[in-house]
């Protein structure tokens, strides 16, 4: 077991996320995801370890675009299907988050590996 010098941000999905998901392509009524359908894809965020609740509100308002955007690319690709405008007020509608000071690796075996995210990664975790 290690420990990280990280905390986490686990990012998860509101209704309106998930209604915004289910109008991509529209389906009849049982077909549509559910928000735990959408949880189950959720993303955890490594980031600097915060300090206190005010350095991580900073944190998150200064690099909302980047996880905004990341977001909405792991269910859409093409950027003309996304919302019109792309601000604070989407983040916050779309999405909520949750902090964790700590973050623990438990995987004794398996060395951590860093790689650049790219749209084809996202791709193949979104077909997995």
């Known amino acids: 077991m ?6 986490a941000l686990s990012v ?6 998930v209604d915004w998901i289910n109008d991509l392509e529209p389906t009849l009524g049982d077909e549509d995801l559910s928000i735990t359908d959408v949880e189950r894809e959720s993303t955890v965020y490594l980031i600097p370890e915060m300090e206190s ?9 200064a690099r909302y675009g980047e996880i905004l955007e990341t977001e909405l690319r792991a269910w859409e690709e093409d950027e ?3 919302p019109d405008v792309l601000d ?6 779309f999405l909520r988050y949750e902090h964790s000071y700590l973050a623990i690796d438990l995987d004794d075996d398996t060395p951590l590996e860093v790689a650049e995210i790219d749209d084809d990664l996202l791709q193949e975790i979104s077909e997995d």
């Open 2 to 7: 290690k420990l990280l010098n990280r905390s």
């Open 12 to 17: 998860r999905p509101t209704k309106d996320f």
């Open 53 to 61: 609740p005010e350095a991580l509100a900073s944190f998150v308002h």
């Open 80 to 82: 003309s299907q996304w």
């Open 88 to 93: 604070w007020a989407l983040f916050e509608r």
